[in-house]
T-cell receptor, first 115, second 112 residues
Framework: GAVVSQHPSRVICKSGTSVKIECRSLDFQATTMFWYRQFPKQSLMLMATSNEGSKATYEQGVEKDKFLINHASLTLSTLTVTSAHPEDSSFYICSAVRGGGQPQHFGDGTRLSIL | SQQGEEDPQALSIQEGENATMNCSYKTSINNLQWYRQNSGRGLVHLILIRSNEREKHSGRLRVTLDTSKKSSSLLITASRAADTASYFC????????????FGAGTQVVVTP
């Protein structure tokens, strides 16, 4: 169990486009979901923490108007990269957790390339 | 800033050998977790060790935790080519509300 689906896996689009990424916990209800960004050969950088029915908590330096997070249900969180530019190109990964003290279960990531 | 520092940054071994990687952290933790990431994929959870535990096993994996030294190690025994991946430690800090701080990772290459 504990499967997290992330969609799409790859996006290539023009500068100025807004891109929505979905993260779904398929077989459990996630109290919290997290969104990360990863640059090549680097570790994961936490962008924001998302709880169902409340506003996301963003890490320092992450623009909330740029990276819109919606957590509509206990199984779905979305990240929208608004008016994306080439510097937003990266690997975005979500994770979901059942509850406190539990491991995070990760999606397979979305490779975003902005031309 | 990253909480965990891992070493080595890269490790190249042959099948059948053991691989050991270490993780150090700076502040108090609820638990420490190890994850594996294959190239271009998401992370797979390997082991979670709580702050009151000293050692944990899962198959060919052995994790130790020394809270006095604020360090942990991951041992992969009898490695296989399929173990080739990046390995990350992540700390669940006592005041972080479930957020994880990831280390820089160790890139392991196992050659047949």
């Amino acid at each position: 169990g504990a499967v997290v689906s992330q969609h799409p896996s790859r996006v290539i689009c023009k500068s100025g486009t807004s891109v929505k990424i979905e993260c779904r916990s398929l077989d459990f209800q996630a109290t919290t979901m997290f969104w990360y960004r990863q640059f090549p050969k680097q570790s994961l950088m936490l962008m924001a923490t998302s709880n169902e029915g409340s506003k996301a908590t963003y890490e320092q330096g992450v623009e909330k108007d740029k990276f819109l997070i919606n957590h509509a249900s206990l199984t779905l969180s979305t990240l929208t990269v608004t008016s994306a530019h080439p510097e937003d190109s990266s690997f975005y990964i979500c994770s979901a957790v059942r509850g406190g003290g539990q491991p995070q279960h990760f999606g397979d990531g979305t490779r975003l390339s902005i031309l | 800033s990253q909480q965990g520092e891992e070493d080595p940054q890269a490790l190249s071994i042959q099948e059948g050998e053991n691989a050991t990687m270490n993780c150090s952290y700076k502040t108090s933790i609820n638990n420490l977790q190890w994850y594996r990431q294959n190239s271009g994929r998401g992370l797979v959870h390997l082991i979670l060790i709580r702050s009151n535990e000293r050692e944990k096993h899962s198959g060919r994996l052995r994790v130790t935790l020394d809270t006095s030294k604020k360090s942990s190690s991951l041992l992969i025994t009898a490695s296989r080519a399929a173990d080739t991946a990046s390995y990350f430690c992540a700390t669940d800090l006592t005041d972080s509300w479930g957020k994880l701080q990831f280390g820089a990772g160790t890139q392991v290459v196992v050659t047949p």
